[in-house]
């Protein structure tokens, strides 16, 4: 049964460190669409026809597709009959967004635009918090995902931030700049005051971990408001802050925008 199969696939990739947690999805809805037309192999038809009816845009076919396929390559190399589908047979392909570069300007009047967000009585920490987390990202190149995790035990001493199980199921420290970790410990001071008990480093209303949702959104008004891009078809990213890490902007005292040079990343 290739609901089994899937199973032992999985569980093999998992052991060599991979997560697969979209994947198993996809896997064990094919498995069942497959076992529901008495079928024990994968047939390159029977592929075809599970992402007609699972997935409405080209990146989500192309995604699930991606999957099966290499499941479909380690049940081939032990049985033959076991159908590998061509990588090209859906259209429309989308491509990656290309990067949007923000220059120092662009990102000093981000953090502006942040720390003039509309006061918040349930979320008095609204202004400081973004202006840290967006300066911090654009100094250090981390994933919004990355800094939304962090909590105040991994501010390690000498100003070095400990990154727990990345992406790549990796940790690894990021050292930060003089001037970062001088914004670092003003955001500290302030957040002492007004984000009560939580351990994350960005806490939510609720002192939670904040959803990524609430960050774009928050992140998409911040642009409009800062005039970036304003024309462009497809909007800047969070993520893009990322490939602006040459030059790193933080907030100094008194409101100011501070400029500094290249952060060592880990």
Known sequence: MLSDDANRYITLRRTLGYKLVKAERHLRAFARFAAAHGETHIRAASVLAWLATVARTPIARERRLTDLIL?????????????????????????????????PDEIARILDAAAKLRHQRPNPLRRQLYVMLFGLIAATGLRVSEALALKLDDIQPDGV?????????????????????????????????????????????????????????TFRCILRQAGIAPKRSRQPRIHDLRHSSGTAIIPATGGELHFSGRITRG
């Open 71 to 103: 499941f479909a390559r380690f049940l081939h190399a032990e049985d033959s009959r076991h159908e590998i589908p061509r990588a090209d047979v859906t259209r429309g392909r989308e491509k990656r967004p290309i990067p949007y570069i923000y220059t």
């Open 161 to 217: 931030l400990y990154i727990r199980e990345t992406k790549f199921c990796k940790s690894r420290l990021v050292p930060l700049h003089p001037t970062v970790i001088g914004a670092l410990e003003r955001y500290l001071d302030v957040r002492r005051q007004r984000a009560g008990e939580s351990d994350w480093l960005f806490p939510s209303v609720q002192h939670r971990k904040m959803f990524p949702t609430t960050v774009n959104y």
